[in-house]
């Protein structure tokens, strides 16, 4: 069965410093991977994906995610975090025969 | 602006009556989900449909049906059937070009709750 996992309910980060949101999956085959984002009261808003190619995917407002095969993970990273970065972020992978597969989400807080 | 719209933004449903969220595209997307979400569930798909007059259940359709008449409107009905129908709603669409490695791309939702 398809599945994917954010171990992860909260991630705190100082403004400036790193981020990583982590998530790992369980697929057969190759994996669609996606990250999405939700503000309050609003939909999820695309982020990136990974279908084949670069294992570093870089999307929009300067995430990128890095897809490692081996330890079936697609952590969501950013270099410098902003105030404004804090939401909640879920992690999908394409399902059969149409859907999307979400994680529970992490809830992203960023502190000034 | 190209986008999915929902509405209403809120909707109170009282014991034993259907109530129909209306979910619109412009995008031209031949593919269309509704998802529900609750607190600490991540979202669950209820019905999609790939092509106009045609959709198909997803995880949990029980207690809800839909109609897809036209390629921009997907309607989602919630029946009395659905005895937990309290939750935020949310229609998706997703460009049939280029195939399943599309993201789907989300309205801002209908919270429903139970009067």
């Known amino acids: 069965a398809q599945s994917v996992a954010q171990p992860e309910d909260q991630v705190n980060v100082a403004e400036g410093n790193p981020l990583t949101v982590k998530c790992t999956y369980s697929?057969?085959?190759?994996?669609?991977l996606f990250w999405y984002v939700q503000y309050p009261n609003r939909g999820l808003q695309f982020l990136l994906k990974?279908?084949?190619?670069?294992?570093l995917v870089k999307g929009s407002y300067g995430f990128e995610a890095e897809f490692n095969k081996s330890q079936t993970s697609f952590h969501l990273k950013k270099p410098s975090a902003l105030v404004s970065d804090s939401a909640l972020y879920f992690c999908?992978?394409?399902?059969?025969?149409?859907?999307?597969?979400f994680g529970t989400g992490t809830r992203l807080q960023v502190f000034p | 602006d190209g986008g999915i719209t929902q509405s209403p933004k809120y909707l109170f449903r009282k014991e034993g009556q259907n109530v129909t969220l209306s979910c619109e595209q412009n995008?031209?997307?031949?593919?269309m989900y509704w998802y529900r979400q609750d607190p600490g569930q991540g979202l669950r798909l209820i019905y999609y449909s790939q092509i106009v007059n045609d959709f198909q259940k997803g995880d949990i359709a029980e207690g809800y049906s839909v109609s897809r008449e036209k390629k921009e409107s997907f309607p989602l009905t919630v029946t009395s059937a659905q005895k937990n129908p309290t939750a935020f709603y949310l229609c998706?669409?997703?460009?049939?070009?280029?195939?399943?490695?599309?993201?789907?791309?989300f309205g801002d939702g209908t919270r429903l709750s139970i009067l």
């Open positions: 995008l031209n997307h031949d593919a």
């Open positions: 697929v057969s085959g190759n994996p669609y």
């Open positions: 999908a992978v394409r399902g059969l025969p149409d859907k999307l597969i």
């Open positions: 998706a669409s997703r460009s049939g070009t280029g195939g399943f490695n599309q993201p789907q791309h």
């Open positions: 990974y279908i084949t190619g670069d294992n």
